[in-house]
């Protein structure tokens, strides 16, 4: 009997796809913050050497910030006291960063040089919407 050639293109593709699956995205705790970063992540501790973290995470992520102020009043009644805004135009420089128990998004990749080496991209801090405390 010969073999459908439909049947088996479709095992070859169905191979291929279930090789080539995009990584999933799960959440991580952190358990010690940058920079020496411990994450737990699916019952195992990540170690800074595996991870790969997104810059802002980090303290002393710089930003170049354009606004301004908001409404000032005075309180005098004189002119130069009037209600104002002043120009913003400068680097802003974060010095917050993760913390003990913050929770994270993680996304497993392999390593770009070594594909026999799994790394974990933090991508960013989540919080529920009324920043109440999760699990």
């Known amino acids: 009997m010969?073999?459908?050639?439909?049947?088996?293109?479709?095992?070859?593709?169905?191979?291929?796809?279930?090789?080539?699956?995009?990584?999933?995205?799960?959440l991580g705790t952190i358990v010690v913050p940058p920079p020496n970063i411990q994450v737990s992540y699916n019952g195992i501790l990540l170690e800074?050497?595996?991870?790969?973290?997104?810059?802002?995470?980090?303290?002393?992520?710089?930003?170049?910030v354009v606004g301004s102020t908001?409404?000032?009043?005075?309180?005098?009644?004189d002119a130069e006291y009037a209600s104002h805004r002043h120009p913003v135009n400068n680097d802003e420089t974060w010095t917050d960063t993760l913390k003990p128990g913050d929770k994270v998004v993680i996304m497993p990749c392999p390593s770009s040089d070594d594909r026999t080496k799994q790394l974990y991209i933090i991508l960013d801090k989540v919080v529920k919407p009324d920043r109440s405390h999760f699990e």
């Open 2 to 26: 010969n073999k459908n050639p439909y049947t088996e293109f479709l095992k070859i593709v169905t191979g291929v796809a279930e090789n080539n699956q995009s990584p999933t995205i799960s």
């Open 48 to 64: 800074t050497p595996e991870c790969l973290i997104s810059e802002y995470l980090l303290p002393g992520y710089t930003r170049h």
């Open 70 to 77: 908001s409404d000032a009043a005075g309180g005098s009644g």
